[in-house]
């Protein structure tokens, strides 16, 4: 999978088309911090509660593979960046997921997970999500998109996606509609929204 760490170098590869996602990212500092006694409390009541990041999906009707945006340059603040340095400490580590590559025709999915500052490929099957479809529909960056949902653990999801572009692709883990996915909620409030769509028509 050497093509999967390059990053940037596999645009090149693929014809289908680029989408940019926001991943708003939302921080529990109450659930992390609070055991810790009442002193603490007006601290994590001035932290910042999100985070927003730029994500790009580059995809085909085959393949797809989702990573950071290296275009965005948005400077996390000190005090964001060190309340996730303290979490970090005071909280068992666990693995950041840096990238996704799916390979629809061989059912396989790899995850690029940065574990204690090392980096470490797993590929497994790709899971068949239990989406339910409904017959909601919203319009993103001019694409109809209609609604499925998910129960994942303790979190309800709901996807949006368009079948004006038959990839089953979507940001981050989320996949496995007849459309490319353009936008997700998590317990009713968006996580991934995308921000433009490029499309390779040659």
């Known amino acids: 999978y050497i093509f999967f760490l390059t990053g940037n170098g596999l645009a090149q590869d693929f014809k289908g088309g680029v989408v940019k ?14 055991k810790y006694g009442r002193e603490v409390h007006e601290w994590i009541a001035s932290l910042p509660k999100e985070r927003n990041m730029g994500q790009v999906l580059y995809f085909t009707e085959e393949k797809s593979l989702y990573e950071e945006d290296p275009s965005d340059d948005a400077p996390i603040s000190e005090k964001l960046q060190g309340a996730i340095e303290k979490a970090d400490y005071v909280q068992p580590p666990s693995p950041d997921l840096k990238k996704v590559y799916c390979d629809f025709d061989k059912n396989e999915i790899t995850r ?51 079948s004006e572009i038959p990839v089953s692709a979507g940001p981050g883990e989320f996949y496995g509609l007849p459309g ?22 040659s």
């Open 21 to 34: 996602y926001q991943h708003i990212k939302r921080y529990d500092w109450m659930s992390t911090f609070g």
């Open 112 to 162: 690029q997970m940065e574990f204690m500052t090392r980096n470490f490929l797993v590929t497994d099957q790709i899971d068949r999500l239990a989406w339910k479809l409904t017959n909601k529909k919203i319009k993103i960056q001019d694409y109809i998109c209609f609604s499925a949902e998910l129960k994942k653990r303790d979190d309800n999801i709901t996807a949006w996606f368009t």
């Open 180 to 201: 490319l996915i353009l936008a997700v909620e998590i317990n009713g409030e968006t996580a991934f929204l995308a921000t433009s769509v490029e499309l390779n028509l």
